[in-house]
Nanobody
Framework: QVQLAESGGGLVQPGGSLRLSCAAS????????MGWFRQAPGKEREFVGA????????VYGDSVKGRFTLSRDNAKNLVSLQMNSLKPEDTAVYYC????????????WGQGTQVTVSS
């Protein structure tokens, strides 16, 4: 079992930055992929990005490429999502998730953290 807890959400002006964190507990994350998703009201859940724990390889959704950056801290079992050049359309609840590297389904999810981009 993996428990995930997001933090760092809040209100930010367009063009600003915000850093989200996902703290994982319950087991070591080697062999896992950590993903971030977001969901805005009335919209489907959207893939933001993912990082492979073993080698920190990252992939990003098209809407955030070049603006968002994922990183991980082995010692703290922590994944961070640095969000720059934020736009109003980035407003959503952001969720951290984890999956075993051998499967595609994310089995573990955090409770989500609200990000609001508004002037």
């Amino acid at each position: 079992q993996v428990q995930l807890a997001e933090s760092g959400g809040g209100l930010v002006q367009p063009g600003g930055s915000l850093r989200l964190s996902c703290a994982a507990s319950g087991r070591t994350l080697s062999g896992y992929v950590m993903g971030w998703f977001r969901q805005a009201p009335g919209k489907e859940r959207e893939f933001v990005g993912a990082i492979r724990w073993t080698d920190a390889h990252t992939v990003y959704g098209d809407s955030v490429k070049g603006r968002f950056t994922l990183s991980r801290d082995n010692a703290k079992n922590l994944v961070s999502l640095q969000m720059n050049s934020l736009k109003p359309e980035d407003t959503a609840v952001y969720y951290c998730a984890a999956r075993d590297i051998t499967v595609w389904q994310y089995d573990y999810w955090g409770q989500g953290t609200q990000v609001t981009v508004s002037s």
